[in-house]
């Protein structure tokens, strides 16, 4: 009899901190947002991973362009500026989730770069290539405020919300 109540009190002692620990994390998860730097600095690593994935892709511009030529002269251009917003989003993770953040921008990049890989999957690779493969060009060529502007209007959601607005999320699988 005794052996069960041990039993009986070691069991709720475990579920009772399970429950705290999962409502916890609940709670810490839900007060994740991004300031407007951050949301700045995952709208430019976005940009910059579509570049990316439409430079491989496409490989030419609708007129022959490299477009490995212009992404690394997007890149080169905005070294500094795209050097900042990982830095952001690694202080955002530390911050958010402790330990390092350079796994999680890492994991961030990845899971940008598969965003517009799904988007290739959906519409096929010579379609995408025909809607996007000019950016590339024009974004090689844009001046620090045109690639501001470019992040700035940027529709696509973010992986947190805006802290204080009702901004969209894009889906989390962290």
Do not use: W
């Amino acid at each position: 009899m005794k052996k069960c109540i041990v039993f009986i009190a070691l069991a709720i002692t475990l579920l009772s901190s399970s429950v705290f620990a999962a409502t916890k994390a609940k709670t810490i998860a839900s007060k994740r947002c991004y300031s407007p730097a951050e949301v700045q600095a995952e709208q430019l690593l976005r940009l910059h991973s579509e570049l990316m994935v439409i430079t491989v892709t496409c490989k030419v511009s609708s007129v022959g362009q490299d477009l490995v030529a212009a992404y690394t002269g997007f890149t080169k251009n905005n070294i500094d500026v795209l050097h900042d917003a990982e830095q952001t989003m690694v202080n955002y993770y530390k911050k958010a989730y402790g330990g390092k953040g350079i796994p999680l921008l890492d994991r961030l990049r990845t899971k940008l770069a598969n965003e517009y890989g799904q988007q290739i999957a959906n519409v096929s690779a010579p379609a995408f290539c025909a809607q996007r493969r000019d950016k590339v060009i024009s974004m090689h060529g844009a001046s620090a405020s045109a690639v501001q502007g470019e992040v700035l209007k940027a529709s696509a959601s973010t992986y947190e919300p805006l802290c204080g607005s009702g901004m969209r999320t894009a889906q989390k699988s962290r």
